[in-house]
């Protein structure tokens, strides 16, 4: 048994996003003590550490905070050297100048591995300890990236990305809709559960407009064969203004939702539902809102990317007050962050800038929240992970301080006690310097 002492900060307990702030946890002279299975037995003040633990290696961590492992719920494998890239124009401008044809190198088995290791890398180096990512169209790539995942040691949910409509840009990462199928279902009894439960498989078409009504009919047919067993869906949505008038033109629908909500062909499934996974969600419609909290599905929230690609701000109020959960996605590689307090701190600011009198102070605890638990629920992981609670997993990330330039001297001028400005300050301020030891179940990672 080890003993981790130093700043606690969490969000304890279960709640919703309006709630968070008074459940987060901050104590200063903090402790977690986990067990040799890699679950928090104690979390709380280090001079009610329970006798049980009086043997117990200490490591101790201050002047450092203990956080929770954040959790990415959009980002993209076969992006990772892509970050930065100049497309000239918008999204689906950028998709064909600089995405696609980057995607496709990932053909190289070889090459493939070095982005994997590449991109397991950078999540440990961030803390980013679970992830839902888009993966590669191929399949030795998504293999080299659930080996490099499970070898690390970190929480993977992954799928191929589906295409079987595209620009000629896009030719090398699209197959036929029987293959789309095949593929899927081989990745899913192939990965989905392994690692010791780490690794998950998600069925991800890209957007709607990357497939036909045939393709998200089979896949609807698919994934309700395997919802049971906890797979996941993952795409995108509404990202983009000219995406959606194509959508509503090559489909016939009202709204974008209705793609991948079985209203395309007689019988379809829906793909909506607690472990559906949605990104961006800008430019959603009221009735859009509704339906994807009726069926409990989430956001994955990715305002540094939308900032980058032009493409608006998510309507925080009108998606938060209509229920649904708001988690954080970096969107690598159209969002150019890989360290999730830095996709905060862009998140903060677009929504207290918000036009038409929608604009409010993100609290730091609802920034937290974002951050963990809304990861947590989005992946229906909320009972493992998310938060410190005793009886978690033991995911959490050393936030070491004087690792960073200045850093302890912008703390030190908060007192301890003044919670609000002290996390607030901690997430705004921080960059990847200050990302300590980072632990999965209890294990250090590294991504040697």
């Known amino acids: 048994m080890r003993v981790y002492r ?7 307990g279960s709640p919703e996003l ?8 901050s104590i200063p002279d903090g402790v977690l003590a986990v067990d040799d ?3 928090i037995g104690f979390s ?5 550490l329970p006798a049980t633990y009086a043997e117990a290696t200490v490591v101790d961590c201050r002047p450092g905070f203990l956080l929770p492992g954040f959790v990415d719920t959009h980002l993209h494998f076969p992006q990772t050297r892509c970050t930065d890239s100049y497309g000239g124009g918008q999204l689906l401008d950028w998709l064909q ?18 982005v994997a290791g590449d991109f397991c890398a950078r999540r440990i180096a961030v803390g980013t300890t679970t992830a839902m990512v888009f993966g590669s169209a191929f399949p030795e790539a998504q293999d080299a990236l659930f080996e490099e995942s499970c070898r690390t040691g970190l929480r993977t949910v992954s799928g191929r990305g589906i295409q079987t409509v595209g620009p000629d840009a896009a030719a090398p990462l699209i197959t036929t809709e029987d293959a789309a199928i095949t593929l899927t279902d081989s990745e899913i009894r192939r990965w989905h559960g392994a690692g010791s439960g780490l690794a998950g498989v998600a069925v991800i078409p890209r957007f709607a407009l990357s497939v036909t009504a045939a393709t998200l009919h089979g896949l609807g047919e698919l994934y309700d064969s395997v919802r049971g067993s906890g797979v996941y869906f993952h795409t995108h949505l509404s990202e983009n203004a000219a995406e959606i008038d194509s959508v509503r033109s090559s489909f016939g629908v009202r709204d974008y939702l209705d793609t991948y909500d079985g209203r395309l062909t007689g019988g379809a499934r829906s793909l909506l539902g607690r472990r559906s996974v949605f990104a961006h969600a800008v430019h959603c419609s009221q009735s859009e809102l509704a339906r994807l909290a009726e069926t409990g599905s989430s956001v994955a929230h990715c305002p540094t990317s939308q900032l980058f ?3 608006g701000t998510m309507p925080w109020r009108r998606t938060a007050d209509a229920g649904v959960n708001i988690a954080l996605g970096t969107d690598i ?4 962050e890989w360290l999730i307090p830095r996709v905060l701190n862009d998140c903060f600011k677009v929504h207290i800038s ?3 009198g929608q604009g409010l102070s993100i609290t730091p605890a609802e920034l937290l929240y974002t951050a963990t638990v809304a990861g947590a629920r989005a992946l229906d992981m909320q009972d493992r992970v998310g938060n410190l609670d005793a009886g978690k997993e033991a995911d959490f990330v050393v936030i070491a301080p004087d690792r960073q330039v200045m850093l302890p001297e912008v703390l030190a001028r908060i007192d301890s006690e003044d919670t609000d400005r002290l996390l607030f300050t901690l997430l705004m301020s921080m960059r990847e310097e200050a990302v300590g030891q980072v632990y999965v179940r209890g294990r250090l990672l590294t991504a040697d």
């Open 6 to 12: 130093g700043h606690l900060m969490h969000i304890g």
């Open 18 to 25: 309006m709630q968070a702030r008074d459940h987060l946890v």
């Open 37 to 39: 299975t890699g679950t």
């Open 44 to 48: 709380g003040r280090y001079d009610r």
């Open 97 to 114: 100048r600089c995405i696609f044809p980057a995607e496709a190198m990932l053909a190289d088995a070889e090459y493939a591995r070095a």
């Open 309 to 311: 690609l032009g493409s």
């Open 333 to 336: 590689a159209a969002g150019d």
């Open 354 to 356: 918000e036009p038409a």
